[in-house]
């Protein structure tokens, strides 16, 4: 359960986050794959996470207290269409130098959209993070955008290519900010993920 969402800060620099005196748990997606609105629904808290950010925006590591407890971790997303060389890579090293030096980090959701079959970048992302040992479950997104059959043909064809790189796939959510799907299940994975 989350009784209470408190934004904390944001930060440019990823080294310069707060004391990682607690659990923490990151989100992280290709820009507009609903992490806002996935953030905002879990939280209770309609416009806790900003939705839609464009290209131009500054890149933030956003901190938000819950429970006076744990801390989720609200990252920028990747694979906006046109974005400079510059900007590419200073996303990379901030999510690297993020997801690879921070101590408290219990998990990472990464989101996929439920209603695309498997993205290069997607899977370059979970690659990634699989070799660099970052632990992370998956959050498809938006299932409620077309037949639940759609979504299932294209959470498995995702997974099976995880298998093929991995030889396993991690957990999985199947989510909708729209009609609170999946919101149990992600609400209980947290509270036993902080709870370690
Ligand atoms: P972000 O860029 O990843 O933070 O994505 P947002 O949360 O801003 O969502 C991008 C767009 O998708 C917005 O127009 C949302 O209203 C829409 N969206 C996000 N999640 C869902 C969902 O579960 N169902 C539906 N139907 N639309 C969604």
């Excluded at 744990?70 to 990747?78: A, N, R, S």
Aim: contains cysteine; glycine residues 6%.
């Amino acid at each position: 359960m989350i009784k209470k969402a408190e934004f904390v800060v944001s930060n440019t620099d990823p080294t310069k986050c707060p004391k990682p005196d607690r659990a923490e748990i990151a989100f992280i997606g290709r820009s507009n794959v609903g992490k806002s609105s996935l953030i905002n629904m879990l939280t209770g808290v309609k416009e806790l996470a900003k939705t839609s950010q464009k290209p131009g925006k500054t890149q933030l590591v956003n901190h938000f207290m819950i429970n006076d407890r744990w801390y989720l971790v609200d990252l920028p997303g990747y694979g906006f269409a046109k974005v400079s060389k510059d900007r590419k890579v200073k996303w990379e090293k901030m999510i690297s130098t993020y997801l690879t030096s921070r101590s408290n980090l219990c998990g990472v959701f990464v989101l996929i959209d439920s209603r695309l079959e498997p993205q290069t970048i997607d899977l370059e992302f979970v690659n990634w993070c699989g070799e660099q040992n970052v632990p992370f479950v998956l959050a498809f997104t938006k299932a409620d955008k077309q037949s639940k059959s759609q979504t299932d043909k294209n959470v498995k064809a995702f997974l099976n290519k995880m298998e093929e790189i991995f030889g396993e796939y991690p957990d999985y959510f199947v989510t909708s900010a729209e009609k609170q799907g999946g919101k149990d299940e992600v609400l209980k994975f947290l509270d036993e993920l902080v709870a370690e």
